[in-house]
């Protein structure tokens, strides 16, 4: 059988030079390792020390990697107690190095004119990551995994990344008063003062908390976060099939989720306020593409009429809106928190579905981003045209729901 060729004379005399300076064999093979044949770093090494005459240094006694090429099983050992209770079916292994050693081995690498060796932070993570892969039977990720392990050769710690539990699905709201997520209080911003009891927010609870909580126990994550297509007031209710969201669990230690009995403790939860349906597992990419698409909605509204107007006055107005574009100026009741400009929304349609008096009862329907309120109140001139504008007489919402979120 033909053998493979060993090193060349001019890598024998370089070798010299970094044995010179108590390399061990796993190092002098990372130092050689571009254009240099062998198999790993360490077979490398040996084969250089043995052309070269050398006897071996051991990793304790190497001065470019003090020891660390002979810590791998503690470092493998540290990186499984820091995973264990943690659910995933990928994970990766990454390592921090002093930058001194990083610094040595790139000096000494520029010093003989070699190529920039494969870093010790390269060998940790190899050597480690294959253990740790024998010892899980889990696929190693390099892109996205469930869980990495990031191993600190500098103080023996181990820190995990642990990518987030996204959970796609529609919600109905059947109370008024619940906000879609979590309500800092405004005056102490969460701390808790007088104002909200101490209790660090504006309400109770909220649609977010309701859907989280029980997620959150299940998969003993460390928070969360709701990712809704759109949001609907605090005081309106959202029916219909509901709206399409995704809560996200920060950290959790667990990833499997009943999606039948998360509805069930929902609907327990909230005490039948909140319900949920259709849920599934996303990813991140979704929650971004379902923040960004645009949906139409359809409302009911219950509009109070400052004064009485006849019939046909209305059904003009709501003739005159129906198919037309609208001009809107940022609501005052959200320019604090929006950019202060105009946009172009245009009304579907409108439907007058009943009239009691000086209150009418109307069925709106119309593309994302339309404000419903001030399509109906005009807020003071900055929605153009609006139904007070059109009917002369002040117009404000009483009741306002979300009947439907049409598919994108």
Same mark, same amino acid.
């Given at each position: 059988?033909?053998?493979?060729?060993?090193?060349?004379?001019?890598?024998?005399?370089?070798?010299?030079?970094?044995?010179?300076?108590?390399?061990?064999?796993?190092?002098?093979?990372?130092?050689?390792?571009?254009?240099?044949?062998?198999?790993?770093?360490?077979?490398?090494?040996?084969?250089?020390?043995?052309?070269?005459?050398?006897?071996?240094?051991?990793?304790?006694?190497?001065?470019?990697?003090?020891?660390?090429?002979?810590?791998?099983?503690?470092?493998?050992?540290?990186? &499984?107690? #820091?995973?264990? *209770?943690?659910?995933?079916?990928?994970? =990766?292994?990454? +390592? @921090?190095?002093? !930058?001194?050693?990083? /610094?040595?081995?790139?000096? &000494?690498? #520029?010093?003989? *004119?070699?190529?920039?060796?494969?870093? =010790?932070?390269? +060998? @940790?993570?190899? !050597?480690?990551?294959? /253990?740790?892969?024998?010892?899980?039977?889990?696929?190693?990720?390099?892109?996205?995994?469930?869980?990495?392990?990031?191993?600190?050769?500098?103080?023996?710690?181990?820190?995990?990344?642990?990518?987030?539990?996204?959970?796609?699905?529609?919600?109905?709201?059947?109370?008024?008063?619940?906000?879609?997520?979590?309500?800092?209080?405004?005056?102490?911003?969460?701390?808790?003062?007088?104002?909200?009891?101490?209790?660090?927010?504006?309400?109770?609870?909220?649609?977010?908390?309701?859907?989280?909580?029980?997620?959150?126990?299940?998969?003993?994550?460390?928070?969360?976060?709701?990712?809704?297509?759109?949001?609907?007031?605090?005081?309106?209710?959202?029916?219909?099939?509901?709206?399409?969201?995704?809560?996200?669990?920060?950290?959790?230690?667990?990833?499997?989720?009943?999606?039948?009995?998360?509805?069930?403790?929902?609907?327990?939860?909230?005490?039948?306020?909140?319900?949920?349906?259709?849920?599934?597992?996303?990813?991140?990419?979704?929650?971004?593409?379902?923040?960004?698409?645009?949906?139409?909605?359809?409302?009911?509204?219950?509009?109070?009429?400052?004064?009485?107007?006849?019939?046909?006055?209305?059904?003009?107005?709501?003739?005159?809106?129906?198919?037309?574009?609208?001009?809107?100026?940022?609501?005052?009741?959200?320019?604090?928190?929006?950019?202060?400009?105009?946009?172009?929304?245009?009304?579907?349609?409108?439907?007058?579905?009943?009239?009691?008096?000086?209150?009418?009862?109307?069925?709106?329907?119309?593309?994302?981003?339309?404000?419903?309120?001030?399509?109906?109140?005009?807020?003071?001139?900055?929605?153009?045209?609006?139904?007070?504008?059109?009917?002369?007489?002040?117009?404000?919402?009483?009741?306002?729901?979300?009947?439907?979120?049409?598919?994108?």
């Amino acid at each position: 059988m033909e053998q493979a060729p060993g090193p060349n004379t001019d890598s024998v005399e370089k070798a010299r030079k970094v044995l010179a300076q108590r390399a061990c064999d796993a190092c002098l093979g990372r130092i050689f390792h571009p254009g240099t044949p062998g198999g790993s770093d360490l077979e490398r090494g040996q084969a250089l020390r043995a052309a070269a005459g050398s006897a071996p240094t051991s990793p304790d006694e190497c001065s470019l990697c003090e020891g660390l090429c002979g810590e791998y099983e503690a470092l493998t050992q540290a990186a &499984l107690t #820091a995973l264990e *209770g943690h659910e995933f079916s990928t994970f =990766l292994v990454g +390592s @921090i190095v002093d !930058e001194r050693l990083a /610094r040595k081995e790139r000096e &000494l690498a #520029a010093e003989l *004119g070699l190529a920039l060796p494969h870093a =010790l932070k390269q +060998s @940790i993570n190899r !050597e480690v990551g294959l /253990r740790v892969e024998k010892a899980v039977g889990k696929g190693v990720d390099f892109k996205g995994p469930d869980i990495a392990a990031l191993v600190d050769t500098r103080f023996n710690g181990v820190k995990l990344q642990i990518k987030s539990v996204y959970v796609r699905g529609r919600y109905r709201k059947l109370s008024r008063g619940l906000p879609q997520t979590r309500w800092p209080c405004s005056q102490c911003r969460g701390r808790g003062c007088t104002r909200c009891n101490g209790t660090g927010r504006m309400y109770p609870s909220s649609v977010e908390e309701e859907i989280a909580g029980p997620l959150m126990a299940m998969l003993k994550g460390e928070d969360h976060a709701l990712h809704g297509a759109g949001r609907e007031d605090i005081d309106a209710l959202m029916l219909g099939r509901g709206r399409p969201f995704a809560v996200e669990i920060r950290r959790p230690r667990l990833r499997s989720v009943d999606f039948e009995a998360l509805e069930r403790a929902v609907r327990e939860r909230s005490k039948g306020l909140v319900e949920v349906s259709d849920l599934r597992a996303c990813t991140q990419a979704d929650v971004a593409a379902l923040k960004d698409a645009d949906w139409r909605k359809t409302y009911r509204v219950l509009v109070a009429l400052e004064k009485d107007i006849k019939d046909d006055q209305i059904n003009r107005a709501c003739a005159t809106l129906s198919g037309s574009p609208i001009d809107q100026q940022t609501p005052t009741r959200v320019v604090h928190r929006r950019a202060d400009k105009i946009r172009r929304r245009v009304v579907e349609g409108i439907e007058v579905l009943r009239r009691d008096g000086s209150l009418l009862e109307l069925r709106i329907t119309g593309e994302s981003g339309l404000y419903v309120k001030e399509l109906v109140n005009g807020d003071g001139g900055r929605t153009k045209p609006s139904l007070t504008e059109l009917l002369g007489v002040p117009c404000s919402v009483t009741e306002l729901d979300v009947i439907e979120i049409h598919d994108n």
